[in-house]
C-alpha cells in the first residue's frame, strides 16, 4: 500500500466517519489535522500501538489483553480453533480492507504467477478460501455457491456498513500525515 508505518491509516477513517463528515474532511490538510487531534483524545487510553497484526494476537492467546483489535478472519479462525474470542462490530462500521495479488515485473516466472492468480479467481477456489479463512471472496458473490450462513459469518453487517480505507488520502499526503502522527500520538 506504501502508507508509512508511523500510523494506522484505518483509524483515521474511522475517527473521519464518527466525528466529521467521513471522508470528505479527509481531503485536506486542514481537515486531516482535526481528524488526528480527536485521535489523540483517545491516546490516555491507549497503552500500547501495535505495529503488526500478530502482537495483539498473541498478547489475547497469553490471556494479558482481555480486548484487541483483530481482522475478523483471523479472530473467526482463532475462535473456531476454540480460543475464547468473539468478533464484534461497532455499530458505527467495522473497517473494511481489500488485499490484491499482484506480479513483480522482477519475476522470473510471469507465465506462472498469472497461471496461479488465474487460478486462485475461480468460483471453487474462492469459496474453499472463504470456507476454510474466512476472508472475503474476491469475486462476485453471485458467481459463488456460498450459504448465507457462511456470507453473514464473513461479512458480518455487509460491505455495505463497512468503513473502507481511503488509500489515495494516504498516498497523496503520506510526508504530512507522518509528520502529524509523530506530533499528535507518538
Do not use: C
Amino acid at each position: 500500500m506504501g502508507i508509512s508505518s508511523d500510523y494506522d491509516a484505518g483509524i483515521l477513517d474511522i475517527a473521519a466517519r464518527m466525528f466529521f463528515d467521513g471522508t470528505e474532511t479527509m481531503q485536506t490538510e486542514e481537515g486531516l489535522t482535526d481528524i488526528l487531534e480527536k485521535v489523540s483524545e483517545i491516546k490516555p487510553q491507549v497503552s500500547l500501538w501495535y505495529d503488526g497484526e500478530a502482537e495483539p494476537q498473541q498478547a489475547l492467546l497469553d490471556e494479558n489483553l482481555t480486548a484487541s483489535w483483530l481482522f475478523h478472519d483471523v479472530t473467526l479462525v482463532m475462535e473456531e480453533e476454540g480460543q475464547p474470542v468473539e468478533s464484534v462490530f461497532p455499530e458505527e462500521g467495522a473497517l473494511q480492507n481489500d488485499g490484491a495479488w499482484v506480479i513483480l515485473d522482477s519475476t522470473d516466472y510471469p507465465d506462472e504467477a498469472i497461471e496461479f492468480i488465474d487460478y486462485s479467481l475461480r468460483p471453487e477456489v474462492q469459496k474453499r478460501i472463504t470456507e476454510n479463512l474466512y476472508t472475503a471472496p474476491v469475486i462476485q458473490e453471485s458467481e459463488l455457491d456460498m450459504s448465507d450462513e457462511l456470507y453473514s459469518r464473513v461479512y458480518g453487517p455487509g460491505p455495505e456498513a463497512s468503513i473502507r480505507p481511503s488509500h489515495e488520502v494516504y498516498l497523496d499526503n503520506e510526508d504530512f500525515l507522518s509528520q502529524k502522527w509523530r506530533e499528535l500520538i507518538q
